[in-house]
């Protein structure tokens, strides 16, 4: 079911001071402006839970979100804007992931997120979803070499696209998981969205890949 659009939302967004109005000028310059030891980047962050509980819990990396539904992004937003303490390591982008390579220059994120995306479970719209080939392209471009790519998941289908996807393209597998919440997982929260799955006995999916090789990227 989708969200109703939030009449507040876009107004909200647009006088944001977190929310990256150009993100094509920071190409290149994103350390910059968001210091860190390891820069994330968040990609369909939804209501913002994730990134903004892993940005308190590591101040020392830099966290970039990207949304482009204009309710959850403005959700999101306003979630950052009740939290209090320097939460300069924080940015986001309200817009369409298709652009990445506008935005970030080569080898300048060091982790790309993918919690819970849309499944799009329709065969002709495959190619929406974010670990569709084209989209895999742009991470092996904009992630450093030691950079990688973790995936959490409900939907096992997206899961079972997702592992062939990446090993046709080229990338190790460095972590898999059918369940991922069996044990205990400290460094990686667990949100409001996420425990909904859990509370009905539904597994979590969860992988990690990294480039492997410079053939990865084209």
Not at 57 to 85: L, M
Request: contains cysteine.
């Amino acid at each position: 079911m989708r969200m109703r659009k939030l009449p507040w939302a876009e107004e909200y967004l647009q006088d944001a001071e977190v929310v990256i109005k150009d993100p094509s000028q920071l190409k290149g310059r994103w350390r910059t402006l968001v210091h860190g030891e390891k820069l994330h980047l968040e990609i369909g962050c939804g209501k913002g839970d994730y990134w903004n509980q892993m940005a308190k819990r590591y101040p020392q990396d830099g966290w970039i979100a990207i949304e482009k539904n204009v309710s959850v992004a403005g959700i999101a937003v306003r979630k950052f804007d009740q939290q209090e303490g320097d939460l300069s390591h924080m940015r986001f982008i309200w817009g369409d992931a298709q652009s990445l390579e506008e935005w970030f220059d080569r080898g300048e994120i060091d982790v790309i997120h993918l919690n819970f995306s849309d499944p799009w479970p329709k065969k002709r719209a495959h190619k929406k979803r974010l670990s569709a080939p084209a989209f895999l392209t742009q991470y092996a471009n904009i992630l450093s070499r030691d950079g990688t790519v973790q995936m959490k998941t409900d939907n096992s289908s997206l899961f079972e696209f997702s592992i062939l996807q990446f090993q046709q393209a080229g990338w190790k597998l460095e972590e898999f998981s059918v369940d991922y919440r069996r044990e205990p997982h400290e460094e990686d929260v667990i949100t409001e969205y996420e425990k909904r799955f859990l509370s009905a006995g539904q597994p979590i999916y969860r992988a990690v890949w990294s480039r492997g090789s410079e053939e990865v990227a084209k």
